[in-house]
């Protein structure tokens, strides 16, 4: 295991609460889209532990960038979806009776 993986590992075991805390107070999110956010960033951060640079920043900076990041793109995910039209499905027959 890399000394990496390891810290990553270490991270979310002992700060993943604090990290959900961050996203739910920042983003005004419910607790159980906060834990999601944050094991997006997790494992988004694990596919991509090939590129931290530990002379860029602490590994914690770096996480709360990523955990930042997953919020931004929920809220946008969540507001574009919001603001597309329903689409009618075709079996659907709206019947209107006018009144007698």
């Known amino acids: 295991m890399s000394i ?19 996203v ?3 983003f005004s999110l419910r607790d159980d889209t906060a834990e999601d ?5 997790f494992l988004h951060a694990l596919e991509r ?3 931290y640079d530990p002379e860029h920043g602490t590994m914690e900076a770096w996480l709360t ?3 930042r990041n997953a919020a931004i793109d929920h ?3 969540r ?7 329903l689409p ?11 009144p007698s």
Do not use: C, M, N
């Open 4 to 22: 990496h993986l390891a810290k990553l590992e270490s991270i979310y075991l002992t700060h993943t609460q604090r990290y959900q805390s961050f």
């Open 24 to 26: 739910r107070s920042a």
């Open 37 to 41: 956010i944050v094991q997006t960033a």
């Open 49 to 51: 532990l090939h590129l």
């Open 65 to 67: 960038r990523i955990t």
């Open 75 to 77: 809220l946008r995910a």
């Open 79 to 85: 507001r574009s979806s919001s603001r597309r039209p």
């Open 88 to 98: 009618l499905d075709e079996g659907i027959e709206l019947i209107y009776e006018p």
